[in-house]
């Protein structure tokens, strides 16, 4: 299979705690991007991270990449209810600009 | 800034019947993706076109589904004849320059029932 993996495939946490979900993949990269899709929605990209970067913020959200390893992590802090949806890793790969998907995390926000 | 349409939401269907999705992605956009996303599993690739050419099509099952983009802007997803495990979510996306640290927007997508 082209997709990448991510792990855990279920995580369950208590509103404020924050919420930590990696993602592997197989190939070369141009850039990786995290989305969220919430139950019988569309996907929501919430950040890019290119293939020369490291860490990257943005509000809640601190991704990492670590080319070596061709693994990457999403961590939320502060999780509110709100954040209760699935998050999917996507790649670009280098050349052909393939845009492949992971499996995905179901993130569940206890209030 | 429209974003990506596809139409219909929803479609049930027998199976052998075909079935047809149409795609208007942001005006602009060079590259535009098929993905099917069965439920509870991420979105897998199907084909990927930049401007009217295809990119990469190596999992679409190519004896039933068929997929053109006229003109390099809207796309149609045929399938024919339509199997059970063809139930899925069909999304449609389009970048502005075909994933080179450009994000992809996605539409509502359609879901499929076969029966």
């Known amino acids: 299979s082209q997709q990448g993996e991510e792990d855990p495939q279920a995580l369950s946490i208590q509103e404020g705690e924050n919420a930590t979900m990696n993602c592997s993949y197989k190939?070369?990269?141009?850039?990786l991007q995290w989305y969220r899709q919430n139950s019988g929605r569309g996907l929501v990209h919430l950040i890019l991270?290119?293939?020369?970067?490291r860490e990257k913020h943005s509000g809640r959200l601190r991704v990492t990449l670590d080319t070596s390893k061709k693994s990457s992590s999403l961590l939320i802090t502060a999780s509110r209810a709100a954040d209760t949806a699935s998050y999917f890793c996507?790649?670009?790969?280098?050349?052909?600009?393939?845009?492949?998907f992971g499996t995905g995390t179901r993130l569940k926000v206890l209030a | 800034e429209a974003g990506v349409a596809q139409s219909p939401r929803y479609k049930i269907i027998e199976k052998r019947q075909s079935v047809a999705f149409w795609c208007n992605p942001i005006?602009?956009?060079?590259?535009l993706y098929w993905y099917q996303q069965i439920l509870g599993q991420g979105p897998k690739l199907l084909i990927q076109?930049?401007?009217?050419?295809?990119?990469?099509d190596s999992q679409l099952p190519k004896d039933r589904f068929s997929a053109e983009r006229l003109k390099g802007v809207d796309s149609t997803l045929k399938i024919q004849p339509a199997k059970l495990e063809d139930s899925a979510v069909y999304l449609c996306a389009s970048s502005l320059a075909g994933g080179k640290n450009t994000e992809a927007f996605f539409g509502q997508g359609t879901r499929l029932t076969v029966v």
């Open positions: 996507a790649t670009t790969h280098s050349g052909t600009y393939k845009y492949i």
């Open positions: 190939t070369s990269i141009n850039n």
């Open positions: 076109f930049q401007n009217n050419g295809v990119v990469d």
């Open positions: 005006s602009g956009h060079a590259t």
């Open positions: 991270i290119r293939s020369n970067e």
